[in-house]
C-alpha cells in the first residue's frame, strides 16, 4: 500500500494473531439457552458437591427473576442469550505436559505466545479453551513453598481445598448481585484457584490464559485467589477470541482476598474481538497494612461492562488501579473501578487513560466511596482521554461518597486531540504520518505499559500498533 493510499484509508485492523480459528469438530456443545437440565449437566459432568448444585440453581432462578439490565450504559440488546451456549468443550483432559495438549489447541496457544511466556518468566499457567482448561503446569520451587495453583474443578476434588473454596466461593460477588452475576454462577465453568501460605513470596507471576474458539458461545470462568497475611503475589490474566459475525458473551467473575499485611497485583490484558459482550465482574477485599494493585488494559469486544472494585477493611491499606481502554469503530467500553475506603489511614491512587478513534465510545466510571470510620482516608482519581477523530467520543462519570470529615479526596479528567504540531514535528525528523500518530499514541500508554511484564507491555505495543494501521482519515 502506497504511503499516501495509508494516510488517507481507513484499513482494516489485520488481527490475523487473535482472529484465526479453529474447527469444533468433536466438540462437546450443549444447547443454547439455559435451563435446569443444562445447569445439572454441567454440574453432573464435573462431578461437584451437593453444595454446588444448590448453588447453581439458585443463581439460575435469580437469573430469570432479574431485568435484562443495565439500562445506564451500552446497549446489549445484540446479546440473546437464548441463542448462547453456555458450555462449549473440546474432547480432550486437563494436561500438565505440553506434549500431551492436541495439536489445533497447542498451535492456538503457541501462536499466542502462551508456552514461551511460560518458559520465560511465569512460575505457573493455566490455559483456558472455551468452558474447560486444557492445560495447567506450575514451577516445582513453588509449589514446594507450599503454593496451590489448580482448578477450582480439582480443588473441589480435593478433600483439603474444597473446604476452603466452600467458605470463599461467592461470598465477595454473590449471585445476587446482579444478573450477569447469577448467570456466572449458574453456568460457570474453568478459571483458577490460588492460594499463598503466610509470608510467602513468589518470583515470578502466575498466569491464567483465556481463549473462547467457539460462535455463539459464552465463557464463564471462575478465579478465587487467596493470599495469606504478609505473602505477595503478582497474578497476570490474558484474554482473545477470534472474530465471529454473532454474539459472543465473557461473564467471568474474579474474587480476591488479601489478608493483613500481604500484597497482590493483578494484571490484565483484555484482546476479545469485536463481537465479544463483555460483562465480567472482579472484586478484591484487602485488610490492615495490605496492597492491591490493578493493571488492566481492555483493547477488545463490542461492548464492556468492567469495573474492578477493591473493598479496603483494614486500617493502612493501600490500592492503586492502573488502566487503559481503547475504543475503535464499532466499541462502546463502559469501564473504570470502585473503591471503598473502610479503614483508617488508608490510601487510593486510580489512574486511567482512554483512546477513542474511528466512533469509538470510551465511558469512564468511578466511584470512591468512604465511610464513617476511615479517618485520614486519602483517594485521588486521574482520567486522562485522547481523541484522534471528531466522530469519536470520551466521558467520564466520577461518583463520590466521602462520610468521614477528615478524609481527602481528589478528582480530575482531562480530554485531548495529537496536536498537528507534534505530528509535523515527528514527520520532518522522518516518520510518516501514520507512524507519527502511533508514536504519540505508545507514549500516552507508556505508564501503563511500563506497569506490565515485558511480554504483555510488547503485546500492549503490538495492539495499539494494529489498532492506529490506516487510522487517518
Aim: charged share 25%; with cysteine; proline share 4%.
Amino acid at each position: 500500500m502506497s504511503e499516501e493510499r495509508r494516510r488517507t484509508e481507513v484499513a482494516d485492523v489485520d488481527r490475523s494473531l487473535y482472529d484465526f480459528t479453529k474447527s469444533e469438530e468433536g466438540y462437546e456443545r450443549y444447547d443454547d439457552g439455559l435451563t435446569p437440565e443444562i445447569v445439572r449437566a454441567i454440574s453432573a459432568k464435573k462431578d461437584e458437591p451437593e453444595w454446588m448444585l444448590e448453588m447453581r440453581l439458585r443463581a439460575l432462578d435469580l437469573y430469570h427473576a432479574r431485568e435484562m439490565a443495565p439500562n445506564w450504559g451500552p446497549s446489549i440488546a445484540g446479546l440473546d442469550l437464548d441463542h448462547i451456549s453456555t458450555y462449549v468443550s473440546p474432547k480432550t483432559k486437563q494436561a500438565k505436559s505440553w506434549d500431551d495438549v492436541p495439536e489445533d489447541i497447542k498451535d492456538t496457544f503457541e501462536r499466542l505466545g502462551i508456552p514461551e511466556a511460560e518458559r520465560e518468566s511465569l512460575a505457573g499457567v493455566g490455559a483456558q479453551y472455551d468452558s474447560e482448561i486444557v492445560y495447567h503446569n506450575m514451577r516445582e520451587e513453588v509449589a514446594e513453598q507450599g503454593v496451590i495453583y489448580t482448578t477450582i474443578e480439582d480443588a473441589l476434588h480435593d478433600p483439603k481445598w474444597e473446604p476452603v473454596v466452600h467458605e470463599y466461593f461467592g461470598t465477595l460477588i454473590p449471585p445476587t448481585d446482579h444478573k450477569f452475576a447469577a448467570l456466572h454462577y449458574a453456568v460457570w465453568s474453568g478459571g483458577s484457584f490460588v492460594y499463598v501460605p503466610a509470608g510467602v513470596t513468589l518470583p515470578y507471576p502466575l498466569q491464567s490464559y483465556f481463549r473462547l474458539n467457539a460462535a455463539g458461545a459464552g465463557q464463564f470462568e471462575h478465579t478465587l485467589i487467596i493470599v495469606e497475611p504478609g505473602a505477595d503475589l503478582h497474578f497476570i490474566e490474558g484474554c482473545s477470541a477470534p472474530k465471529y459475525y454473532e454474539a459472543n458473551l465473557h461473564a467471568g467473575a474474579v474474587e480476591l482476598f488479601v489478608k493483613d499485611g500481604a500484597r497482590l497485583r493483578y494484571s490484565t490484558i483484555e484482546n476479545w474481538s469485536k463481537n465479544m459482550y463483555n460483562l465480567n465482574t472482579k472484586r478484591a477485599t484487602i485488610g490492615a497494612d495490605a496492597k492491591m494493585e490493578w493493571v488492566s488494559g481492555s483493547f477488545g469486544s463490542h461492548v464492556s461492562y468492567l469495573y474492578p472494585t477493591t473493598i479496603m477493611v483494614g486500617d493502612r491499606g493501600t490500592c492503586e488501579f492502573t488502566g487503559i481502554t481503547f475504543a475503535g469503530a464499532t466499541q462502546d467500553l463502559d469501564t473504570g473501578c470502585k473503591v471503598i475506603m473502610n479503614g483508617a489511614d488508608t490510601t487510593a491512587s486510580v489512574s486511567t487513560k482512554s483512546i477513542s478513534k474511528d466512533g469509538g465510545v470510551n465511558t469512564f466510571r468511578s466511584s470512591v466511596v468512604i465511610g464513617r470510620h476511615a479517618d485520614r482516608a486519602r483517594c485521588s482519581v486521574s482520567c486522562q482521554s485522547l481523541m484522534l477523530d471528531d466522530i469519536s467520543r470520551s466521558d467520564t462519570i466520577p461518583a463520590m461518597d466521602v462520610r468521614n470529615a477528615t478524609a481527602q479526596v481528589g478528582h480530575e479528567a482531562t480530554i485531548g486531540r495529537i496536536s498537528d504540531d507534534t505530528v509535523l514535528y515527528l514527520m520532518s525528523r522522518g516518520c510518516s504520518e501514520a507512524e507519527a500518530r502511533t508514536l504519540v499514541v505508545n507514549g500516552f500508554a507508556n505508564p501503563v505499559s511500563k506497569e506490565l511484564p515485558m511480554e504483555y507491555a510488547v503485546e500492549m505495543n503490538n495492539l495499539i500498533k494494529l489498532e492506529m494501521e490506516g487510522a487517518i482519515g
